[in-house]
Each structure stands twice: as structure tokens, then as C-alpha cells.
T-cell receptor, first 113, second 113 residues
């Protein structure tokens, strides 16, 4: 059974720092991996989607990478801002169309002004 | 605007009083699903639907029912709610199947007294 781990559970950084959030998984037979942002009490907003055949995706200050062989994905945030404070979750889609997404428990990020 | 809409957003009810949380998407997605989110447990899938009239259990289906009579709607039914169903519920949709981005509703916070 696929297991997804996000470490650390919480992270606090000063504004302007570049930072990396980690997502590790146990089964490399994935279809894609998606990174989400969740603000307190709100829904999840999709940030980046990486297909199994891709190595990375970029959107603005965000860059997500995928290394299936090592079972890892990273989300890189450049020049962090207080508005980046949120919980970041990764989710994996299995190779079969009817397997549910498996979510990590998230990393709660605080960017201090 | 592409969106997933859930109602109600907030609900307080009492044990045993049947309730329905509605979910509607305007993106013509085949796949829809329901999740609950609890502190320390993360997001867990309740039910999902691959298409109209096709539904299946997720990881935590006990105490819930769903129906998919038309493509855009996927209501979650609690026939006899209990306090352990107090949670934050999310509806999501995706197309096609595993290749696409998952879109989430804003969430429905349910309290069962």
C-alpha cells in the first residue's frame, strides 16, 4: 500500500529565504504527483502537477521535482513571502485509474516578515 | 469559472438527523470524490465515482452514502450522523481519470452533537 510522508510537519522561515519541502513515497508505480496549498479552514488549491514521465514542473516562484527511483518529490519555493504561509500537501495518483489519491499529511509553513 | 461547489459550508446537527452535503462541478469531469480531513489523520477518501451511476468505496466509507445520477453532481449522504463524523469534508473532481489535475471545493465543516 502506498504511503506518503512529508517531513518536516512544520517549518518557520524568515521572509526572502529559498526553501524546500519534501514528499517521500514507498511505491514508485505512480501516474502523477500533485502539490497543493491549503490555507486554514479552506479548500486545497492545486499548485503543480507532475506526470510520471516528467522530472519537474515550474510555476512562478515554485518548482516541483520528481524522482521516482528514490521515491521523492520536492517543492522549491524561491524568495518566500508571508503570503506563502499555508500548509502544503503532496498527493500521488496510482497507476490504475480507480485507485484513490494518497495524500501526505502536509507541511505547515510560516514565513515571518 | 471552473469550480467545485459544496453546500452547506457549515452545518451543526444532532445525532441521527439525516443530512446531505451537495457537490456540483462545472468542468464536465467524469471523476468525483469525497474526502474528510481530521487533525493528525490528514485527508482520507470516503467514496469516489468514475462516472454516472458508477460509485465505489474509498478508505473510510462507513456511515456514508453517495449517488451519481448526473455527471455534475455527487451528493454525500449521512443517513444517521454520529459525533465521530464531525469533520471537514471536501468534494473533488478530476478529468480524465488519473491524468488530470484534482480540483477541490471549499469544504464543508460538519459538527454532529
Amino acid at each position: 500500500k502506498q504511503e506518503v510522508t512529508q517531513i518536516p510537519a512544520a517549518l518557520s522561515v524568515p521572509e526572502g529565504e529559498n526553501l524546500v519541502l519534501n514528499c517521500s513515497f514507498t511505491d514508485s508505480a505512480i501516474y502523477n504527483l500533485q502539490w497543493f496549498r491549503q490555507d486554514p479552514g479552506k479548500g486545497l488549491t492545486s499548485l503543480l502537477l507532475i506526470q510520471s514521465s516528467q522530472r519537474e514542473q515550474t510555476s512562478g516562484r515554485l518548482n516541483a521535482s520528481l524522482d521516482k527511483s528514490s521515491g521523492r518529490s520536492t517543492l522549491y519555493i524561491a524568495a518566500s513571502q508571508p503570503g506563502d504561509s499555508a500548509t502544503y500537501l503532496c498527493a500521488l495518483a496510482g497507476y490504475s485509474g480507480n485507485t484513490p489519491l494518497v495524500f501526505g499529511k502536509g507541511t505547515r509553513l510560516s514565513v515571518i516578515a | 469559472e471552473a469550480q467545485v461547489t459544496q453546500n452547506p459550508r457549515y452545518l451543526i446537527t444532532v445525532t441521527g438527523k439525516k443530512l446531505t452535503v451537495t457537490c456540483s462541478q462545472n468542468m464536465n469531469h467524469e471523476y468525483m470524490s469525497w474526502y474528510r480531513q481530521d487533525p493528525g489523520l490528514g485527508l482520507r477518501q470516503i467514496y469516489y465515482s468514475m462516472n454516472v451511476e458508477v460509485t465505489d468505496k474509498g478508505d473510510v466509507p462507513e456511515g456514508y452514502k453517495v449517488s451519481r445520477k448526473e455527471k455534475r453532481n455527487f451528493p454525500l449522504i449521512l443517513e444517521s450522523p454520529s459525533p465521530n463524523q464531525t469533520s471537514l469534508y471536501f468534494c473533488a473532481s478530476r478529468s480524465p481519470l488519473n491524468t488530470g489535475e484534482l480540483f477541490f471545493g471549499e469544504g464543508s465543516r460538519l459538527t454532529v452533537l
